[in-house]
Every structure is written in structure tokens, then in C-alpha cells.
T-cell receptor
Framework: SQTIHQWPATLVQPVGSPLSLECTVE??????LYWYRQAAGRGLQLLFY??????ISSEVPQNLSASRPQDRQFILSSKKLLLSDSGFYLC?????????????FGPGTRLTVL | GQSLEQPSEVTAVEGAIVQINCTYQ??????LSWYQQHDGGAPTFLSY????GLEETGRFSSFLSRSDSYGYLLLQELQMKDSASYFC???????????FGIGTKLQVIP
């Protein structure tokens, strides 16, 4: 069966510090991978998605970046965090080519920038 | 661009029926999905409509009208555990891109 892992579960970082969030998927090959951010009480904002190793599509211009160094690994990074980067970060995967694009979400990382 | 609209909050009585509407403006539209998210948890998939009409899955049904860029999620025989946020999401970009609405917070009351 497929599983998706995210870590850390919670993170408190000062403004201006770097960030690295990691997401890994098990039990599937060549998944589509996604990073979303959810502000408190708000909807999910698509940040990045990837259809393959090294292929990243950015949806929102900001101080975040993403990388996919391996087929089932997706990393979200920032060189300098802003207060507005606080939120619930969710990684998701889907099986390409199904037309359905059912998203399977990880447990999320709750980031607080102080 | 992509934009979706859905009501921010809905309150309904246990055992009743509730309909959550969603309108969208999506280039390269393929289909409309619905997800459920309980407080503090991750979203989980409920349904997907690629063609016009009604899809039924147990107590939940989802409808799509492509010509009207409109869909809805229908929840029947509401239970307290149905209290959650419900998101509509459009699938586009060659099935690769999923864009979520802001979510509708459903409160089921006794």
C-alpha cells in the first residue's frame, strides 16, 4: 500500500531563518507530487507541483522553492522565512494518467514563524 | 487563471440534507473534485465528476454542469461526524494540476 510521510510535524522558526520541509512517498512510482499551504481557517493554496524528477511548476511567486531530487521525494525550502509563511503545509501525491487526479495528502507540517 | 467560489459556512440539522455549491473559472478544465477536512487533519477525497450529471457514493452525491461551470456536493442523512470543511477542487492542466476553493465549513447541530 502507498504511504506518504512529512516531517517535521510542527516547527517554530524565527523570521529570516531558512526552511526545509521534506515529503516522501512509498509504494508507488513516478507519482505527481504537490505542495500546498493552508493558512488558519482558510483554503488550500497550491504552491508547487511536480510531474517528474527535476520538473517543478511554481504557482505562486514568493520566497519559497521546491525540489524533487528523487522520484518519491519532494522538498520545500526557503532561504529567509517571512511572518506570512506561517501556516499548515501539506504534501500530496497522485497517480498520473488516471484523469481523476485523486490527491492523497500527508499529515502536514504546522509552521509558525515568529 | 483559476478561481473557485463556495460558501464559507453552512449549518444544518442532524438527519437533514445539505447542498454545498461551487462555481469555478478554470482554463483547461477536466473535472471537479470534492474533499473533506476535519479540524487539524489532512483533506481526504470524496468524489470526482468529469461529465455532467450526478455521481452518488453512499450518503454523498456530487453534481457537475460543465456549461454552467457549476457543481455541488449533496450530503444526506447528516451525522454529527460530517461536521468538517468541504473543498471543491478543479482538475486542469492535462490532469496534473488541482486547484482548491476556500472551503465550506459545515456545522451539523443536533
Amino acid at each position: 500500500s502507498q504511504t506518504i510521510h512529512q516531517w517535521p510535524a510542527t516547527l517554530v522558526q524565527p523570521v529570516g531563518s531558512p526552511l526545509s520541509l521534506e515529503c516522501t512517498v512509498e509504494g508507488t512510482s513516478n507519482p505527481n507530487l504537490y505542495w500546498y499551504r493552508q493558512a488558519a481557517g482558510r483554503g488550500l493554496q497550491l504552491l508547487f507541483y511536480s510531474v517528474g524528477i527535476g520538473q517543478i511548476s511554481s504557482e505562486v511567486p514568493q520566497n519559497l522553492s521546491a525540489s524533487r531530487p528523487q522520484d518519491r521525494q519532494f522538498i520545500l525550502s526557503s532561504k529567509k522565512l517571512l511572518l506570512s509563511d506561517s501556516g499548515f503545509y501539506l504534501c500530496a501525491w497522485s497517480t498520473p494518467g488516471t484523469g481523476l487526479n485523486e490527491q492523497f495528502f500527508g499529515p502536514g507540517t504546522r509552521l509558525t514563524v515568529l | 487563471g483559476q478561481s473557485l467560489e463556495q460558501p464559507s459556512e453552512v449549518t444544518a440539522v442532524e438527519g437533514a440534507i445539505v447542498q454545498i455549491n461551487c462555481t469555478y473559472q478554470t482554463s483547461g478544465f477536466y473535472g471537479l473534485s470534492w474533499y473533506q477536512q476535519h479540524d487539524g487533519g489532512a483533506p481526504t477525497f470524496l468524489s470526482y465528476n468529469a461529465l455532467d450529471g450526478l455521481e452518488e457514493t453512499g450518503r454523498f452525491s456530487s453534481f457537475l454542469s460543465r456549461s454552467d461551470s457549476y457543481g455541488y456536493l449533496l450530503l444526506q442523512e447528516l451525522q454529527m461526524k460530517d461536521s468538517a470543511s468541504y473543498f471543491c477542487a478543479t482538475v486542469s492542466g492535462g490532469y496534473q494540476k488541482v486547484t482548491f476553493g476556500i472551503g465550506t465549513k459545515l456545522q451539523v447541530i443536533p
